[in-house]
Structure formats: C-alpha cells, structure tokens
C-alpha cells in the first residue's frame, strides 16, 4: 500500500500537503518530520521531489505571486480609464486570492525568517506599490476623491482584501459566491472612493 502511494506521489500533491502544515503550524513550527507524516511518505521521498523544506516554501509563494503579477498584465489591467484598471485589479486579486487560499495564506503570512520569505515580501511589496501607483493614478484623474490620503487608501484595501483569508471559505452552505465577494470589495471600496462626478 505505501509503495503505491510513492509511486503516485508527485510534486504537485506533495506541494498541496506542504502549504496545507505549513498552514496550520507555521513555516517555522513544521520539520520535514511533519511534512512526512502528513504526506504518508518517507523523508527520503521528499528529498527525492525537492531539496528541502525551503524549496516547498518557495514554489509555494511563487505560486500565489505569479497569479497575483499575472493580473497586472490582463488587458483589464492594462487597458481604459486608470479608475477602471484598478478596480478590475482589486476585483481580479480577491478571485486569484479565493481560487489560490491557501497559496496566499501562506503567502500573507511569511513573516522575513528566511531568504525565501525576505524574496516574498520583497515581491508582495513590489505587487502592492504596482497597486498603489494605479490608485494615484486614478486620483491624478480627477476620478478618486482629493481629500483621502492614497497611502492611508491603499492600505485599507489591501486590509480589506488581504482580511478574506481569514475569513472566507469556498461555498459550503451559508457561504459567499466568490463574484459576490469579489463585487462586494469593489463596492465597498471604490463607491467610498470615487469623486461624485
């Protein structure tokens, strides 16, 4: 039973049961011991998949930030008024944040203990200034209001957006569609923002 479990293993589930530790014990709280266990393999059928512990890490918040850089380049990112660039960039990160949860949670949560969480927040930070410049953008346009701070703006929505990963579930009775959410932020967000005109 346990070598056809080893043969049917691939990076890619050993990856899903890698974010899922790390998770609920923390990067720093999960040995390869824990990762072990949870996968049903051996120590050494890891090391066959990835170097380390810190190579799983590292795929894993590269996979929540190519989804995230990714928006920045769709032609809703890219193309029209700046006001409705950004809007399509929040709507579009709360729907990659809901189809990639767990990547991002982990994402969300490297807190610059190793090189592999300082290149992740590097990149985060990257990913919000790209943000942040549309915002002042749109504001540069006439179409966000003059009086509210875009630094104190920017960081509210991402509070907001960030915050779904506490929170949300997939759809399980009672639960939120994700395009409800995803409208719900934008709302939210850019009704309070948005100059009357």
Request: hydrophobic letters at 40%; charged letters at 30%.
């Amino acid at each position: 039973m346990t070598t056809a479990k080893r043969d049917t293993y691939t990076p890619e589930t050993l990856l899903t049961v890698a974010v899922r530790i790390f998770n609920e014990r923390g990067y720093d709280g999960t040995s390869m011991e824990h990762l072990s266990k949870a996968a049903g393999i051996s120590k050494s059928s890891i090391y066959h998949h990835v170097a380390g512990k810190e190579e799983l890490l590292r795929r894993a918040v590269s996979r929540a930030l190519d989804a995230l850089f990714a928006i920045l380049d769709e032609p809703g990112a890219v193309r029209g008024r700046t006001i409705e660039r950004v809007e399509y960039v929040t709507r579009r990160t709360v729907e990659v944040l809901m189809a990639e949860l767990p990547y991002v949670t982990l994402l969300l949560r490297v807190r610059g203990n190793t090189k592999t969480e300082r290149w992740a927040m590097e990149r985060r930070r990257e990913f919000d200034q790209r943000v942040a410049d549309l915002l002042k953008a749109a504001a540069a346009d006439g179409d966000l209001r003059a009086d509210m701070d875009m630094r104190l703006a920017t960081r509210l929505l991402f509070g907001m957006v960030n915050s779904l990963v506490e929170w949300y579930r997939p759809l399980l009775g009672g639960g939120y569609d994700g395009d409800q959410v995803a409208e719900a932020v934008v709302r939210l967000a850019f009704d309070g923002l948005r100059t009357d005109s």
